[in-house]
């Protein structure tokens, strides 16, 4: 069951999904790349590039919720539970194959890029992420 949003965060989501393809586009440019093709090299070039401060953080943060849903569907919304870290912000929801699997909320999988010291950080994410769908 869906909640619905309040004014405040319908709002919020609706510029957010207004500017996503032009970011999206912004990323291609600064990687010089012509499509996306969300392949763990691609993830790969995506978090040295964010690692190196070549990209901006609205860009990998909207890269990794473009590539959830590529790779597993799912859409956005806006974190809407006051308790939640997510409050707020773009959040994915029905990724996997029932769309009964927790949010994903992209700004978890960059504090991880963020503090690891050993890189593929996206690559092993969606690894997870795949044996998660495979496994259900």
């Known amino acids: 069951m869906e909640i619905k949003l309040n004014k405040e965060l319908q709002k919020k989501l ?47 943060y909207i890269y990794i919720g473009e590539a959830v849903i590529n790779i597993s569907k799912g859409w956005w919304s806006i974190g809407k539970f006051k308790k939640d870290e997510s409050y707020g ?24 890029i963020e503090k690891s010291l050993s890189g593929e950080i996206l690559e092993n994410m969606f690894s997870r992420l795949a044996r998660y769908i495979h496994h259900k």
């Open 89 to 112: 912000h773009p959040i994915v929801l029905g990724w996997g194959i029932d769309n009964a699997s927790p949010r994903i909320f992209p700004d978890d999988w960059i504090y991880r």
């Open 14 to 60: 609706d510029i957010f999904l207004a500017n996503k393809n032009k970011k999206m586009q912004g990323l291609l440019k600064v990687l010089n790349l012509e499509y996306f093709t969300f392949s763990i090299e691609e993830m790969r070039l995506i978090e040295t590039a964010y690692n190196q401060k070549e990209i901006p953080y609205d860009y990998i």
